[in-house]
Each structure stands twice: as structure tokens, then as C-alpha cells.
């Protein structure tokens, strides 16, 4: 009964390799109708997006969408700031958390849920640029036991 039909459309990898992901949440899109066509077709593009809690109300900003093949003079504004539909007890613990240093929104992925757009938002804390080293190192150091372990099994 609960069926829900999932089909990510988009996902910003550079987010989780930018950010420390605290906290996600799933928020709806308010999209024209030239947007959620394209959006559809997967042209998507969530790189250096970001969101903005403005006077108790969240929008998304440089999230590009292409214009629609066969839009014509309908077509949409491709970097246009999008609001995303949250709950207002979402948006007030949002709101206390952007205010402290160094929080952020950033969307990880763009999906259709049910045939409608949803956006994965998280609250993420900026990473330095040694923390981005650690982390590369570590998974370097895992891939290589991965693959000592794989040898190991073939002999």
C-alpha cells in the first residue's frame, strides 16, 4: 500500500565531499511547468547550489534547470531562486541553526517521489582543507585493504 516510486534525478557529489552532513531533511519544490518537464528529462544541475531561510520561508539558489526543448517564449529562467516547501516547525530549527558559524544548506539530490519533485536538503558544516585530506587518505587506506583482502582470497 505504501508504495513509494523513487527516481533520483540529480545527486551533488560535491556537497558530501565539501561538507560535514549533520542533518537531511526531504522538502518539496515549487517548480513552473517548463521546469518540472525538464526536470523529468534529467537536466538538473545541483552544483554550487545552496538554500537561504528568508522571512520564515526557504529557497534554493543556483540550482540550474535547462530550458525546455519545446518551451518556446513559455520557457523558464534557468538560475531563477526556487522555494522549497518545508514545515514551519522544519524551518524554525533551520532557522536556529543557519545563524551559528559555519552551517550551511546545501541540496544533495533532486528525486521524483509519486511524480513529484522532492529536494534532499541537508544542514552541513564546511570542511578545511585538511579535513578533506584525512579523508581521502582514509579512504585510500580502505581501498588498499580491500584490495590485499581480494588477493589474499585468490591464493
Known sequence: MGQDNIKVIARNKKARHDFFIEETYESG??????????????????????????????????????????????????????????????????????????????????????NLAKIELALAKGKKKYDKRQEIAKKTAEREIRRAFKERQRY
Open 29 to 114: 519544490i515549487i517548480l513552473r511547468g517548463t521546469e518540472i518537464k525538464s526536470v523529468r528529462e534529467g537536466r538538473v544541475n545541483l552544483k554550487d547550489s545552496f538554500a537561504l531561510v528568508e522571512n520564515g520561508e526557504v529557497f534554493l539558489y543556483n540550482m540550474h534547470i535547462s530550458p525546455y526543448k519545446q518551451g518556446n517564449r513559455y520557457n523558464h529562467d534557468p538560475g531563477r531562486k526556487r522555494k522549497l516547501l518545508l514545515h514551519k516547525s522544519e524551518i524554525r530549527k533551520l532557522i536556529g541553526k543557519t545563524k551559528q558559524r559555519g552551517y550551511s544548506l546545501v541540496p544533495l539530490s533532486i528525486y521524483l517521489k509519486n
